[in-house]
């Protein structure tokens, strides 16, 4: 990873979409700070178009969509994305995507991993968002106490696969779903339907911001990735580690990012 002081004048100039994970990327111990959202803002005021890409559940994105300073977001580790458009007369009004593969939550196999991963793993519990959820099953070790080891959320992810799911570790819970989607899969579609994104072409024109195991598809997608400096907690996990770094963690590491950019386009 390279220091962020080293991106150039013509690759933070060639950016026009501007996509971050939310959870230890915007914020910091759960909460959305300042510096992180006033940077939201200012990306959206200098022209960009600006897209959460989250594990979060379907009830956050639906505030997240409407009243966050944002042109999408895409939400449940991919399996939707949210997005406003206005009506004839002006009108916000609130639009939805569903990615094709993307499997409600009530499949039995979910059932069994819960049962399973609450029985062999000690502490670990359900999120608490998950009432709010409609493809995902989330649970939690890091987000309330008792905080488990990286490996309790390794050995839950191992039994999700075992049980035919897909798995990702975030930096809060292990999020579990059937169907073979991704954050990049669903980012990658809405770009493309909503702003004529050319995808083979495309690659420069987007920066992803992200700090954990659950965004390596994107950071390996993306050249002009940047991880928010508590990425390192994960070094051994992430294969495809993001191009630059930032020097700072969570939503500080975020703001310097947009400040990075913003001053390198002058
Ligand atoms: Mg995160």
């Keep these: 990873m390279k220091a962020l002081s080293e991106m150039t004048g013509d690759e933070a100039r060639a950016l026009r979409f501007i996509l971050m994970d939310i959870d230890d990327t915007l914020t910091r111990e759960g909460k959305l700070l300042a510096s992180s959202y006033t940077a939201l803002w200012r990306l959206r005021e200098a022209g960009f178009k600006v897209i959460p890409v989250t594990g979060r559940p379907a009830g956050w994105c639906d505030l997240i969509a409407r009243e966050w300073p944002v042109d999408g977001v895409v939400g449940e580790n991919g399996a939707f994305v949210f ?29 069994r991993i819960k049962e399973r991963a609450l029985a062999e793993v000690p502490g670990l519990r359900q999120a608490k968002d998950q009432f709010a959820r409609l493809f995902d099953l989330a649970l939690d070790f890091a987000e309330e106490d008792p905080v488990l080891p990286l490996e309790t959320a390794e050995r839950v992810k191992t039994i ?15 999020n579990i779903w059937m169907g073979m989607y991704d954050k990049l899969s669903m980012a990658e579609k809405f770009l493309k339907s909503r702003f004529g994104w050319e995808s083979s072409t495309g690659d420069r024109q987007v920066l992803f911001a992200g700090d954990s195991p659950n965004d390596e598809p994107m950071f390996a997608r993306f050249p002009l990735a940047c991880g928010v400096a508590n990425v390192l907690r994960y070094g051994g996990l992430i294969r495809q580690l993001p191009a630059f770094i930032a020097s700072r963690e969570c939503g500080d590491g975020f703001a310097e990012i947009v400040r990075t950019i913003l001053e390198k386009r002058r």
């Design 160 to 174: 999700a696969c075992e049980e035919g799911a897909t798995a990702k570790v975030s930096s809060i819970h292990v």
């Design 83 to 111: 997005w406003e458009e206005r009506n004839s007369r002006g009108k916000p009004v609130l639009k939805a995507e569903y990615h094709p593969q993307a499997v409600r939550n009530d499949h039995p196999a979910l059932a």
